[in-house]
């Protein structure tokens, strides 16, 4: 299979579901969100990770003032990658614009090239304050505090104030992109091993059912429901025929 993976910045493209002004406050949320920094851990393959995320935002209507929020993402167990799996992006606790935006992106996940990806996402949101301040200097001491608490899994944005819930939704999907590989090998061996672990049963499931005939039914069941009749047929009525002889 072919995974494709997010551009460094989306382009949007018209939407039915989405009028003029969602489109382009969608468009500017995206596109005026600098992670300025990422954690430095990947999602989980097989378990939770908690993103905790510090995003600040100008107010376009305050002059000097910085917002800051703090909190959250918890990012569920990935699923099974498949085509249209980008469609079952799951918010918990995301407003109204997070939830739009999702939708537009799986609407136009194959235009925008996003890794067809399941997940589920919680927002945990923690705490937002004000602060009369320049910016650059709000940006300086969210640093240094991140920095003291030397999480793997903190991030930190550069956003808008609205619609602010989008910038996360962006975090998430870089972070996604960031962890796809690793999450796609540590499948693809799982799978493997579960194979390999089936295959070796039905090597004894096949050594039973020569030794007691009784078990010839439940072996052909375990073939049938594990999609592998084809690759054993031939040698299952081989088993049968053996055992009437």
Known sequence: MRHEFLPSRLTFHSSPAMNNKQQFDFWYAVNNTELVQSPTSRLETFGETMVNYHLVCEPMDRV?????????????????????????????????????????????????????????????????????????????????????????????????????????LKLMVDLVQHSAKSNILDLQHEAFDLRTRLEENIELDFLKASRDPSKINALAERLKQSNLWEKYEDRFFALVKASKG
């Not at 999702?102 to 997940?119: C, I, P, R, S, T």
């Open 64 to 168: 000097g003032q910085v917002v800051i929020r703090e909190g959250q993402l918890k990012a569920l167990k990935p699923e099974i990658i498949i085509p249209q799996s980008l469609g079952q992006l799951d918010l918990e606790d995301f407003g109204q614009d997070a939830q739009q935006y999702a939708d537009w992106l799986a609407e136009h996940g194959g235009d925008l090239k996003v890794l067809q990806y399941g997940f589920r996402i919680q927002k945990q949101e923690i705490k937002e304050y004000t602060v009369t301040d320049h910016l650059d200097n709000v940006m300086d001491r969210v640093k240094k505090d991140v920095a003291e608490k030397d999480d793997p899994l903190s991030a930190i944005l550069l956003g808008v104030d609205s619609p602010w819930e989008v910038c996360l």
